[in-house]
């Protein structure tokens, strides 16, 4: 569970070195590694336009900032045409400015605790209920 919650953070929190900073995050907190590394796979090339501009749109409306449409075409259009590890990413993203990053870093705490907790509850539920199948026979 925490090796989910801690990928999911670094998916949506860092876009770079997502898999890195999970991985050794999840040996520092002793979570399970190969899960961490998988779950940073929340954000990919095909989902990085509606995560990067449902973060922009969440961060504004925390912010109280309007939403530019012509920002938030930009932002869908440069996650689309441009990979995050092209080089001037960070410039773009710094160009659209706190709305983004806000909205990243919220979707970074809330995914990760919401995963944590889901993945914890699942197995959890799936323990007591292969005890309970198991004292039940005789």
Request: proline content about 7%; cysteine-free.
């Amino acid at each position: 569970a925490l090796g989910a919650g801690i990928g999911v953070f670094f998916g949506f929190m860092f876009p770079v070195l997502q898999i890195a900073g999970a991985a050794v995050f999840a040996v520092l907190l002793r979570a399970n590694l190969p899960v961490a590394a998988v779950s940073t796979l929340v954000t990919n090339p095909f989902t990085y336009a509606p995560v990067f501009l449902a973060a922009y749109k969440t961060g504004g409306a925390i912010l109280g900032e309007p939403v530019k449409p012509a920002v938030a075409a930009e932002l869908a259009e440069a996650a689309i045409d441009h990979p995050v590890d092209a080089p001037g990413w960070t410039a773009r993203a710094q160009a659209i400015g706190k709305p983004l990053l806000l909205g990243l870093a919220v979707f970074a705490v809330v995914g990760g605790v919401a995963t944590w907790a889901l993945v914890h509850l699942g197995w959890t539920l799936g323990v007591r209920l292969k005890r309970r199948r198991r004292l039940r026979l005789p």
